[in-house]
């Protein structure tokens, strides 16, 4: 059985930092956006994107060793393009041919990445939800979601500024994107056993606690994370594939979060065009409902930063933290 923690959400919403921190933990390997190099679909190696340990994909000492079926990457782009997958998905998937095969391959795939990793956890920050239902089917896999929320307004900011090949999104496309990777989220959280969510402004400000009650309920066992320190951590270069630029960053790094740079008139605006979500994630009450009782400073994926940022640390001892959800049926 291979055990895959799968983190689920929207572009620029702090998923590339949780997998890298993930993947400082004994017995857990970050991957990056493994399944869209599975699916064939931001094939890294295509645009001449490098790994996370700065190799070419076909050099790498791991991704230039993992091969994928062409005819099962075929099929996919078919189940996807065709949206078939949808229909098969939510529908009678034991009664699609297709689906199946595709299926073993994605098992045969990650069955692959954890012999030549030796972990016990893959990470892998696809975000794709459909894809993650699809994981959680395939036969000598357990999937455990994390479904990593951002206020809408750290999104919409953050997609605006230029970050090397990343994409710039303007505000309306962010919105969407918002929408439509946490509603996917939502959906996934009925189809999976093992499923948590988190704020990524609870998680940049108090890390440490967050990310080893992440592990523990991953593993199943308690899992200490003493790399982090004080909203410090030491980054090591990993071998992640596609992904947010950020994988790039190694090295003694602060966690900090950047304030939403909106002005007012489109800050009230993207609150209004976020509120249903904004409101049920507990955005409008944080700082009653006790989690950071200040808003953490300044932001994003940008939250791993070299290391010249000093932050507030001041961490509560007596602090209780929670994941928003997290359950194992
Ligand atoms: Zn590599």
Request: net charge positive.
């Amino acid at each position: 059985m291979v055990r895959i923690a799968y983190i689920a959400g929207c572009g620029r919403s702090g998923t590339t930092l949780l997998a890298r921190l993930l993947g400082e933990i004994p017995g857990f390997v970050a991957v990056g956006e493994a399944g869209w190099y599975f699916l064939g679909l931001r094939d890294a190696s295509a645009v001449g994107i490098p790994c996370g340990c700065a190799a070419a994909i076909s050099e790498c000492s791991l991704w230039g060793k993992v091969s994928v079926d062409p005819q099962a990457r075929m099929l996919a782009r078919e189940l996807i393009r065709g949206h078939s997958l949808h229909r098969t998905l939510w529908g009678r998937p034991e009664t699609h041919p297709g689906l199946q095969r595709f299926l073993a391959a994605a098992s045969g795939f990650y069955h692959t990445l954890a012999a030549r990793t030796g972990a016990a956890v893959i990470v892998d920050s696809s975000k794709s939800s459909l894809f993650a239902a699809l994981l959680a089917r395939s036969p000598g896999i357990r999937v455990h979601v994390i479904h990593m929320i951002r206020d809408l307004r750290g999104v919409v900011s953050s997609g605006r500024r230029p970050k090397a090949y990343a994409p710039v999104m303007s505000p309306p496309r962010s919105i969407l994107h918002w929408y439509r990777a946490n509603v996917g989220a939502e959906l996934l959280e009925r189809r999976t056993a093992e499923f948590s969510r988190f704020r990524y402004e609870d998680f940049v400000a108090y890390p440490r606690p967050l990310l080893e009650q992440l592990a523990s309920a991953i593993r199943g066992f308690p899992v200490h994370c003493p790399f982090l320190y004080e909203g410090q951590v030491q980054v090591h270069a990993q071998h992640l594939v596609t992904g947010n630029p950020d994988k790039f960053q190694c090295g003694q790094t602060w966690l900090r979060e950047r304030q939403p740079e909106l002005g007012p008139v489109l800050n009230h605006f993207v609150s209004l065009m976020g509120a249903p979500l904004l409101a049920r994630y507990g955005y409008f009450s944080r700082k009653r409902n006790g989690a950071p009782a200040q808003p953490s400073e300044v932001h994003g994926e940008e939250a791993l930063l070299p290391g010249s940022h000093e932050r507030k640390t001041g961490m509560d001892e007596g602090l209780r933290f929670h994941a928003l959800r997290n359950t194992s049926k």
